[in-house]
């Protein structure tokens, strides 16, 4: 039976294309039936406090770089959104005097235009965001080495050359509206996609590359760091791969509440834990993965039900 068409953007493929009887099912979850869904190879976690979420995320940057030596180094690929435990990290480093000469740490994605990454000087500058809540704030004596900072650029090759060699132990990301993680969006409707999106072994195989967007993408972007100013978000970006992805030791996924819906969370909450893997959903392909962690703040689970604003 053909596929149902996107009710957010017909010429896409994305989570409305799926079967009814999937999303009414997501929908319909609890908290604890979420919980429930862990099995080996995923875990769900809950946290009560935003204080608690944002110092543990924080705590598996500081983990992970003890771990780095000379002759082992390892390091993190983090996100930009959220952006919350970047001054922690940076305030753990100083007061625990962790020196992270051999730590190596990765941007997930850039913004993407006329051609090239945006520099630092874009105010949605995803490496500009890293440097300035984070890495400016390490005190000198004890700060990362400049080469070992991987932030993916229009030509990819050094920054896939990059993973070669480097233990990573965690990628952490959010959850985007559209079900990404990074900026994994589905892909459009077309070509060879027109019936059908590619298949879970088709987009694993995707490294590092310039993407299109999602629509859905571009307007969360502009409403949770542009005011709404959709003009000035760009279309285009460079996400770090699945390829890369499947190169973690870990893939853990933070969820506040505010990057995505309580129906979205709880969507590629169910898909993952039966491992039910569509690329339409980009998220669910984590299904995959050996070793995954959702991580949510408790009251930003909220609820499926109908309120009207």
Not at 63 to 73: G, I, L, R
Not at 123 to 152: G, Q, Y
Not at 196 to 217: A, D, F, G, I, K
């Amino acid at each position: 039976m053909a596929r149902k068409m996107s009710i957010l953007a017909p010429g896409w493929w994305d989570y409305t294309t799926l079967d009814d009887e999937i999303l009414n099912d997501a929908a319909r979850l609890t908290p604890e039936e979420m919980l429930s869904l862990s099995r080996e190879g995923f875990r769900v976690v809950f946290y009560d406090t935003l204080e608690d979420f944002y110092l543990a995320e924080a705590l598996e940057y500081i983990n992970a770089w003890k771990q780095a030596t000379s002759d082992n180094p390892v390091g993190i690929c983090g996100p930009i959104g959220p952006t919350e435990q970047l001054p922690l990290v940076a305030r753990l480093v100083n007061e625990l005097e962790l020196n992270l000469k051999h730590a190596h740490f990765w941007g997930m994605d850039e913004w993407y235009k006329d051609g090239k990454e945006v520099d630092e000087g874009h105010p949605l500058s995803f490496a500009k965001a890293d440097m300035e809540l984070c890495f400016n704030r390490i005190d000198d004596r004890l700060k990362m080495p400049t080469v070992n900072i991987h932030f993916p650029k229009a030509d990819t090759s050094e920054y896939i050359k990059s993973w070669e060699g480097i233990r990573c132990v965690v990628m952490q990301g959010g959850q985007g509206d559209i079900k990404h993680w990074a900026f994994n969006d589905p892909v459009k409707r077309e070509g060879k996609y027109q019936d059908n999106p590619p298949s879970p072994e088709e987009y694993r195989q995707l490294s590092t590359r310039v993407v299109e967007l999602h629509p859905v993408t571009v307007m969360q972007n502009a409403r949770t760091s542009g005011g709404g100013v959709v003009t000035g978000v760009p279309t285009q970006a460079i996400t770090v791969g699945p390829v890369q992805t499947w190169m973690a030791d870990k893939v853990s996924i933070w969820q506040a509440g505010t990057h995505d819906n309580p129906f979205g969370m709880r969507l590629t909450t169910l898909m993952i834990g039966k491992k039910i893997a569509d690329s339409s959903v980009p998220m669910s392909l984590l299904s995959e993965h050996p070793n995954v962690q959702f991580n949510f703040y408790r009251l930003g689970i909220g609820t499926c039900e109908v309120e009207m604003h």
